[in-house]
């Protein structure tokens, strides 16, 4: 195994801090306050592995490394199979980078049950790593799966007036799409007799079955993402978690059903995927108009966000559809830039939040009066959000919609009206709660951002400027897994539009 099996240890790192934890003793407020703190260092010791592995990463290698092979279910011929490539290696770091800063804005907010929510964090944690690292379909379906259980658990236990009702939303939606996908994936192992991901790469199936595969695996995934019209659970369950658990659902979950795209859809179902294309791009426009319509009309700030959410999720499906180079760049960029800035956005909620316990945007008016450094950061990431130029936002964007416009110009008209209306309900947002009439004096008064509020945004402002600045940090990192990728996706359209052209005479283009 190479690199000390460093994906497993970043992997399992979590859960072997969930057994320490389960190991404290005591009264109810050391235990909480123990809890906190190992769960803090788990994820910090998580995060430097992160790290470590990105410094030694191989930008211009466009295949998996660190990777680990050995048997698992040796019987059925499954294995434990990791490695990550220029488009999951960033995504590992992201999961890690955000569930330290979960951690520490859940540190006064999270009053009860405080050792079994840091045990829920890091359960969570190792699942989010594992579904970006995993190399083997049965492995990845594992980790894909278990993420349900904590973020339930997180929404169910600690979340709103309305959590029992989100939380069994959010868990009946992601499970019923999943379903399909596993027995895709039994199809898989049937047709090809292997759950091995670059195996199933290197032997697609038949165009016929690549359909009802493409399906099966779509349903899982654009639930997860979520796409229109699978998307309202959602709103309600941003709206009950608690401000860490929007934070990591909309910085790190929803970004799975988009690398599924990337891992699945486009690889393994090359013919099926551009079969559907039209189907998806379709879709896409109607997700970034219709939820921007609809979060124009909200009255809580977290609903408003999540709506959001959905239609920069639209970009995201746009672009990897394009099936170009340009627009899965643009698309993996959006997606770790949404990452950050969502992440942000939701926790701006929570620090206004925690002083008035209240999401209406109609409860707020003035907050810069006494709330200068706050209403600065919230100004970065809400003009981040609107894709301003110099931010992270605008990069992902920008990209999506050129290649959309390469492909199909009415889509990419419909899809940058999305832009107007995005700047229009956060504009409108921040005027409200920032410069709104200040009759309610209690908005008006609270107290600026205490320091470990400051140094929890801080670091997402400087990334989302430096992402917004130097877009090749990112690029250089992700660009020859994607060219590889569109490559090969392009080349077995080639081949199978050659194989129809001459039905009779498959051995004469043998060498092309």
């Not at 769960?39 to 680990?68: H, K, N, W």
């Not at 868990?171 to 759950?195: E, H, K, P």
Request: net charge neutral; proline share 4%.
């Amino acid at each position: 195994m190479i690199e000390f099996s460093l994906l497993s240890i970043m992997t399992f790192l979590p859960l072997a801090g969930c057994l320490i934890i389960l190991m404290i003793r005591g009264d109810e407020e050391t235990v909480g306050k123990n809890a906190k703190y190992m769960a803090l260092y788990t994820s910090l010791f998580t995060l430097a592995f992160a790290v470590y592995m990105v410094i030694r990463f191989e930008p211009l290698d466009d295949g998996f490394q660190f990777v680990e092979h050995s048997g698992w279910l040796k019987t059925f011929g499954i294995n434990y199979h990791m490695g990550v490539d220029g488009i999951s290696v960033l995504f590992v770091l992201l999961a890690t980078f955000l569930t330290p800063i979960c951690i520490l804005s859940a540190w006064s907010s999270i009053k009860t049950r405080v050792k079994e929510f840091m045990i829920a964090f890091l359960v969570l944690e190792s699942f989010m790593i594992g579904t970006f690292c995993a190399l083997d379909t049965i492995l990845f379906y594992t980790f894909f799966e278990g993420v349900l259980i904590p973020m339930f658990l997180i929404i169910g236990v600690w979340g709103g007036k309305r959590r029992v009702y989100a939380s069994y939303k959010f868990f009946l939606y992601t499970l019923l799409g999943s379903v399909l996908m596993l027995v895709a994936i039994l199809t898989l192992y049937a047709q090809v007799g292997s759950t091995d991901i670059p195996t199933l790469m290197a032997n697609p199936v038949s165009p016929e079955i690549q359909k009802w595969l493409w399906i099966a695996f779509f349903a899982s995934f654009a639930v997860k993402m979520p796409m229109w019209p699978v998307h309202t659970w959602l709103p309600d369950a941003h709206v009950e978690a608690p401000t860490a658990g929007s934070v990591i659902l909309a910085g790190v979950l929803l970004k799975m059903g988009g690398y599924g795209f990337l891992r699945f859809s486009l690889p393994l179902f090359p013919d099926a995927t551009a079969f559907f294309t039209d189907f998806v791009y379709w879709l896409s426009v109607i997700a970034i108009i219709y939820t921007s319509l609809v979060a124009l009309v909200q009255t809580d700030m977290k609903k408003l966000i999540a709506y959001s959410s959905v239609a920069h999720m639209g970009y995201v499906t746009l672009g990897i559809f394009t099936a170009t180079v340009v627009g899965v760049e643009g698309a993996v960029y959006q997606m770790l830039s949404h990452g950050l800035i969502s992440g942000a956005l939701f926790l701006c909620v929570g620090v206004v939040y925690d002083r008035l316990h209240t999401r209406e945007i109609a409860r707020y008016g003035g907050v810069v009066k006494n709330m200068p450094k706050y209403a600065t950061v919230f100004m970065i990431f809400m003009l981040g959000s609107v894709g301003l130029p110099g931010t992270s936002g605008f990069v992902g964007e920008f990209l999506v919609l050129l290649a959309a416009f390469k492909v199909n110009t009415t889509i990419a008209f419909l899809a940058a009206s999305g832009l107007v209306l995005g700047a229009a309900y956060m504009l409108v947002l921040y005027r409200k709660v920032v410069f709104g009439p200040t009759e309610h004096s209690d908005a008006a008064s609270m107290q600026d951002l205490n320091p470990r509020e400051f140094w929890l945004l801080a670091p997402l402002v400087v990334l989302v400027i430096y992402f917004g600045v130097f877009p090749s940090a990112i690029t250089s990192i992700t660009s020859p897994a994607i060219e590889k990728l569109v490559s090969n996706y392009n080349a077995h359209l080639a081949a199978s539009a050659e194989a129809v052209d001459t039905p009779l005479q498959p051995l004469e283009n043998e060498g092309h």
